[in-house]
């Protein structure tokens, strides 16, 4: 009796495993993706970014997605932290492309991180956005079309803020960061300062990611001892932060100091507080329009107001509504087409595509049309090298803790 039903227990185990297999075959496989790698800092002197940066991808993403995807397929991003580092941003875009097999990456965010991530995007055919990278450098890759930037080279930042401050003074002292940005941003702002009769008196320069424990006074009181009329500072938040205090703690003013983009920044203004106040900087200018304000509106409404960046994050939604956009262009996911489309997708002539306008610009493309889209960050046509030619910057201040707009600036 005990061997009976043993041996029917033994039937019936057998049978379940054999339905279960049968059932098993004909599931429906696991959903297809088009992957992209997003690579942007959650650690390091940036490390507040990805929240900033990060969501606004993110938000591109599901508005693509709830339009209908692409193919019938849904975009899905592939994040890596970069932190701040060049070495870690390299091992991140190594690991997306091996292991996720991304056809694209939108970052890194520092220019440092751009450029360790360029080679081996460019090395493995994938497409790389870059939405933080302005250094010099980033123009100039032998890179066969793979690489592309949203913000403008520091080339005309530094040259912008220069020929604005010639007028109102003679001498110039530059702090900055040792790495790609700083040192190209430096020397923007140096070659067009010199060219006159003005003259810089002294640049020192600080490591990228110092830490906190870091002492920023003896670099601070060598630049003051040469009395410049005006000092720029090219630093991140973090470390810009802990400049801006330093100098405001041994008795100083930022009355005559004028910073970089990388500091107009919420992250910044809570970590120098009133410090902050007074210091004026330079930076990419962001003209308010319907991209701009449909990005503004759909962010807060899905993020919050405390993570929203006009600038920094206007610049990664347009990343991956541009890659989203050439995808559909191409007709297919494959990274020589995609870097093929993103000139036409964007650059005159073709329908005019605001943000948001997903449906409107698919049907278009599968009619065979062509579009020129309009980003939440301002116009976005491309050059030969993958630049953008729009070039409008703004002197800054910051007032009772906020940024006030003063001037626009070419």
């Known amino acids: 009796m005990k061997r009976k039903i043993c041996f029917s227990v033994v039937i019936l185990f057998f049978s379940l495993f054999i339905v279960g297999t049968s059932c098993n075959k004909n599931t429906a496989p696991d959903k297809e993706y088009i992957k992209i790698g997003l690579l942007l800092p959650q650690t390091g002197d940036l490390g507040g970014d990805d929240q900033y940066m990060g969501n606004a991808a993110r938000l591109a993403v599901s508005e693509i997605n709830d339009a209908g995807g692409l193919f019938d ?17 390299a091992a991140a875009a190594t690991k ?66 220069a020929k604005y401050l010639k007028p ?4 110039a002292g530059i702090i900055y960061v040792d790495n790609s940005y700083g040192k190209g941003l430096k020397n923007s702002f140096k070659n067009e300062f010199e060219c006159r ?49 330093t100098l405001t703690t ?23 507080g009133n410090s902050a106040n007074g210091l004026k900087g330079v ?35 347009d990343a991956m509504a541009l890659l989203g956009l050439a995808i559909k262009k191409a007709g297919e996911t494959t990274p020589n087409a995609i870097k093929n489309f993103l000139s036409e997708i964007s650059n005159p002539p073709g329908d005019t595509i605001f943000a948001g306008e997903w449906e409107k610009a698919f049907l278009i493309l599968d009619n065979g049309g062509d579009i020129n889209y309009q980003g939440a960050s301002g116009n976005i046509d491309f050059d030969e090298n993958g630049d953008v030619t729009d070039t409008q910057f703004e002197i800054w201040e910051i007032q009772n803790g906020e940024y006030v707009h003063i001037i626009d600036i070419k």
């Open 73 to 89: 397929k849904e975009i899905k991003l592939i994040f890596k932290d970069t932190g701040t580092d060049s070495a870690k941003a």
């Open 96 to 161: 997306v492309i091996s292991e996720n097999n991304v056809i694209a990456i939108i970052g890194g965010d520092a220019s440092s991180e751009a450029l360790a991530i360029a080679p081996i995007a460019i090395s493995n055919n994938v497409v790389q956005i870059a939405p933080g990278a302005t250094s010099p450098e980033y123009t100039n890759l032998d890179d066969n079309n793979y690489c592309w930037r949203i913000p403008p080279s520091d080339a005309f930042q530094g040259k912008a803020l």
């Open 168 to 171: 109102k003074y003679t001498t």
């Open 197 to 245: 009769s003005t003259e810089i008196l002294t640049e020192v320069a600080f490591p990228e990611n110092a830490g906190v424990g870091y002492s920023y006074k003896n670099l601070i009181d060598s630049v003051l001892s040469l009395n410049p009329e005006v000092i720029f500072l090219i630093a991140y938040y973090k470390s810009g932060a802990s400049i801006i205090n």
């Open 250 to 272: 041994e008795g100083n003013t930022v009355d005559n100091w004028y910073c970089s983009e990388a500091l107009k920044n919420n992250d910044f203004l809570i970590e120098a």
């Open 283 to 317: 930076s990419q200018e962001i003209s308010a329009g319907k991209s701009s304000n449909f990005f503004k509106t759909n962010f807060i409404n899905k993020y919050g107001e405390q993570t929203f960046d006009a600038l920094w994050g206007a610049y990664t939604y």
